[in-house]
């Protein structure tokens, strides 16, 4: 019966060792490396949130249909570079302050805000419509990315002149979140 019981038990810490290898996170940086002036390690991960079509459409005019983040390192500062584009030629700016709120999971939001003002990018399309880009940064502090690796965001508000854009956050989308936020914080 003890030597079930060794067994049984060894049995069980070779599964909990197995199961932590297996769910230990292996980061992925879209970049990493020193600054050549400053020295510090710059790092930074990106991740996508689109529309379930990849191509806009007429339905598309006037709104948001992409979004690409990257969540950035610099030494012990942090922020989040958000590529916008939207169908259509859209000329609002982003003014310097106007806010990027993520609802999280627990109920709770963060709020964070415009750096600067930005103004938009027109591109013109092979099929002779255009799509609009931003290319806006927020800061962010480490409290709020150890916030963002506990607690995924469910919902994000983006703000153009005080014209609001909301956008559930799909589960699949919410895991990049999580484990991008997670990264930059080792």
């Not at 939207?86 to 939001?109: A, D, Q």
């Not at 703000?159 to 484990?179: A, C, H, I, M, P």
Request: hydrophobic residues 35%.
């Amino acid at each position: 019966m003890k030597h079930i019981t060794k067994i049984l038990g060894l049995g069980i810490l070779f599964l909990f060792f197995a199961t932590m290898q297996i769910s230990a996170q292996k980061c992925k940086f879209d970049y990493e490396k020193n600054d050549p002036f400053t020295g510090e390690i710059t790092k930074g991960i990106s991740l996508e949130v689109k529309e379930k079509t990849s191509m806009p459409s007429v339905t598309h005019a006037g709104k948001p249909f992409r979004y690409n983040f990257i969540v950035n390192r610099l030494g012990d500062n942090f922020f989040i570079d958000a590529d916008i584009y939207f169908g259509g030629n859209v000329r609002e700016l982003i003014r310097k302050g106007e806010p990027f709120i993520l609802k999280l999971s627990n109920g709770e939001t963060i709020s964070l805000t415009a750096q600067d003002d930005v103004v938009p990018i027109a591109i013109g399309q092979p099929s002779g419509g255009f799509w609009t880009q931003y290319k806006a940064k927020y800061s962010i502090d480490a409290v709020t990315l150890q916030k963002l690796s506990t607690f995924t965001p469910t919902l994000f508000r983006f703000s153009l002149e005080g014209k609001n854009y909301d956008r559930e956050v799909d589960s699949k989308e919410q895991k990049k979140f999580t484990q991008a936020t997670t990264c930059i914080l080792q």
